[in-house]
């Protein structure tokens, strides 16, 4: 069973950047697709950014232009920067592998357990 674990969350202020970091582990596939996704407090869990190792990655609207995902095939780890962040970006944040697309929303075969992120001053 592949494994996923997100690092890198805490605390930062407006106007901030974060970064954080996935680490992919057991049986993988070179092919598959990972991403990023968070869960607002008291909402649905979101699409953030997608990518395939060796590809650029893909964004939800509402985080492009603030947003960068990353990859690296040899250590298995995806990335996701964000700039300007903003109180309304407080959330946890969840690293997904396997992803796949069905009726406009994403599935993954697997999930971290998530990271939090506190935007605050």
């Known amino acids: 069973q592949v494994q996923v674990v997100e690092s890198g969350g805490g605390l930062v202020q407006p106007g901030g950047s974060l970064s954080l970091s996935c680490s992919i582990s057991?049986?993988?596939?070179?092919?598959?697709?990972m991403g990023w996704f968070r869960r607002l407090p008291g909402k649905e869990r979101d699409f953030l950014a997608a990518t395939r190792f060796g590809t650029t990655g893909t964004y939800a609207d509402s985080v492009k232009g603030r947003c960068s995902i990353a990859s690296n095939s040899v250590q298995n780890m995806i990335y996701l920067q964000m700039n300007n962040l903003k109180t309304d970006d407080t959330a946890v944040y969840y690293c997904?592998?396997?992803?796949?697309?069905?009726?406009?929303?994403?599935?993954?075969?697997?999930w971290g357990r998530g990271t939090q992120v506190i935007v605050s001053s």
């Open positions: 057991g049986p993988t596939k070179s092919d598959a697709l």
């Open positions: 997904a592998y396997d992803l796949t697309l069905h009726g406009g929303a994403y599935y993954a075969t697997s």
